[in-house]
């Protein structure tokens, strides 16, 4: 999952980055709206942490040029303790949540978990997909109980695909929401890992469409549908 951080002060913003680093997001920063506008209309985004009192372009300006231009994804605006009116205008504006400072780390990526998994659908915190469950909060992914042992970036494409289970993801969808601004985004990679994540998870259970890209089948669900 991807994050796109806009915050000015230096230090917090290292911080909420790599606290959503920790918890599985790769993240992109920026200082001032004009940049922070501009990453969120032209890169794609699971999740986006907005504080509203930027230099060069207000908070609300920015959320208000994404909203009119189509751009849904969901936001998570910071704001002063006591400024009701920023909350206020923030959701007027399409606003998804809010924190209010000084806030505790996790409760900010506690708030950005959840508006992905309810983008994505899921009114659960775990997330079930046949054999699989995805614990969204502790990033944790189980087989039939059992934790898989995944490395990070295993575990990131593996928790996309089961948030959008049954459907299929490209591999640009895959790398879009895998990799940082400044990344190499190797599709290559992604093949090998996907091979490596079939071994882990048992046969069947992610699918190849050519031409297309992957699916990851909740089998059981499927067969609830038809009934």
Same mark, same amino acid.
């Given at each position: 999952m991807r994050c796109l951080i806009i915050e000015d002060d230096s230090t917090l913003s290292d911080q909420l980055s790599k606290a959503m680093q920790d918890a599985g997001f790769v993240t992109d920063c920026a200082a001032d709206g004009e940049e922070g506008e501009f990453l969120g209309a032209t890169e794609t985004y699971d999740v986006a942490v907005l504080d509203l009192g930027?230099?060069?372009?207000?908070?609300?300006e920015v959320?208000?040029?994404w909203r009119e231009s189509g751009i849904t994804m969901p936001v998570l605006i910071l704001? =002063?303790?006591?400024?009701?009116?920023?909350?206020? !205008? $923030?959701?007027r504006a399409g606003a998804?949540?809010?924190? #209010?400072?000084?806030?505790?780390?996790?409760?900010?990526?506690?708030?950005?978990?959840t508006l992905v998994r309810?983008? =994505?659908?899921?009114?659960?915190?775990?997330?079930? !997909? $046949?054999?699989?469950?995805l614990d969204?909060?502790?990033? #944790?992914?189980t087989r039939?109980?059992?934790?898989?042992?995944?490395?990070?970036?295993?575990?990131?494409?593996?928790?996309?695909?089961?948030?959008?289970?049954?459907?299929?993801?490209?591999?640009?969808?895959?790398?879009?929401?895998l990799y940082d601004a400044n990344a190499d985004r190797d599709f290559k990679s992604?093949?090998?890992v996907i091979g490596r994540l079939r071994k882990k998870v048992g046969e069947g259970v992610i699918e190849t469409r050519r031409g297309e890209g992957y699916v990851l089948l909740d089998r059981n669900a499927l067969k609830a549908r038809t009934r």
């Open positions: 930027l230099p060069g372009m207000p908070g609300i959320l208000t040029s704001t =002063a303790r006591g400024e009701w009116a920023d909350k206020v !205008a $923030g959701f998804d949540d809010y924190a #209010v400072k000084p806030f505790r780390l996790d409760e900010v990526v506690i708030r950005a978990q309810r983008a =994505a659908g899921h009114a659960q915190t775990v997330i079930s !997909a $046949g054999v699989l469950k969204s909060q502790l990033s #944790v992914i039939e109980g059992s934790p898989l042992k995944l490395t990070a970036f295993e575990t990131r494409i593996l928790s996309y695909l089961i948030h959008h289970k049954n459907r299929v993801v490209s591999r640009s969808e895959l790398a879009e929401h992604i093949e090998v």
